[in-house]
């Protein structure tokens, strides 16, 4: 996990154990001490868990956000051999699919998990946990949750892959940056731009006396 040293919790992300519980099917929702876990780390040493009960069982959470737009969710999980199999909604709309929490030994964090991406407005939402089921060496449907955090969504579908040029000793280096970052290219070369050069590592009088001439 990305966990600050100083505080040793995730920066910006909410909390699971202090997340509004909106409601619940059925079980206990609390936080839980995570620091006697030695085998996976969990933000600020602690997360929501709750017992769950069955397939079907659903907790609804508040969470916010502060920017409109398109948004990932960021979050982290537990592993254990008594957790079953989760999948999460915002405000009804699914996101991805399940996932399988079970462990067969030990208790360890699913590290970070990325869902969506998802339109969302600033302000506050509903993020609810469905069980859906559990692994068939699972022994529960518990669920616990370490964290969330909303982050912004920026595709990269219409961003031009950046390329660097090495070695900036011939004319080449003219001729190629034309190509890629020609304003009317097609196919493939319409999706690169050279933003970036570095003249080269050599000492070579022949080589690096005609780097000048090109950059």
Request: charged fraction near 20%; hydrophobic fraction near 40%; charge should be negative.
């Amino acid at each position: 996990l990305p966990l600050d040293p100083e505080t040793g919790k995730v920066a910006g992300a909410l909390e699971g154990e202090s997340l509004k519980i909106m409601s619940k099917t059925e079980g206990d929702a609390r936080s839980q001490d995570m620091a006697g876990f030695k085998a996976g780390r969990w933000s600020g040493n602690a997360q929501l868990w709750w017992t769950g009960k069955k397939a079907g069982s659903q907790l609804d959470l508040e969470i916010e956000t502060g920017q409109s737009g398109s948004h990932m969710i960021e979050l982290a999980l537990t592993k254990a051999r008594d957790y079953g199999t989760v999948q999460f909604s915002i405000n009804g709309e699914l996101l991805d699919l399940p996932i399988d929490c079970f462990l067969a030994n030990g208790v360890e964090s699913t590290g970070v998990l990325q869902l969506g991406p998802v339109e969302l407005t600033a302000g506050r939402h509903v993020l609810s946990a469905t069980i859906t089921g559990k692994h068939p060496k699972a022994v529960g449907y518990m669920f616990g949750l370490d964290y969330v955090r909303p982050t912004r969504f920026v595709s990269t579908e219409s961003q031009p892959l950046r390329i660097g040029m090495i070695g900036l000793d011939t004319s080449h280096v003219i001729a190629f940056t034309k190509l890629f970052n020609d304003s009317e290219a097609v196919g493939s070369l319409a999706d690169m731009r050279i933003v970036a050069g570095y003249p080269g590592g050599t000492e070579m009088p022949a080589s690096r006396d005609r780097v000048e001439g090109f950059t």
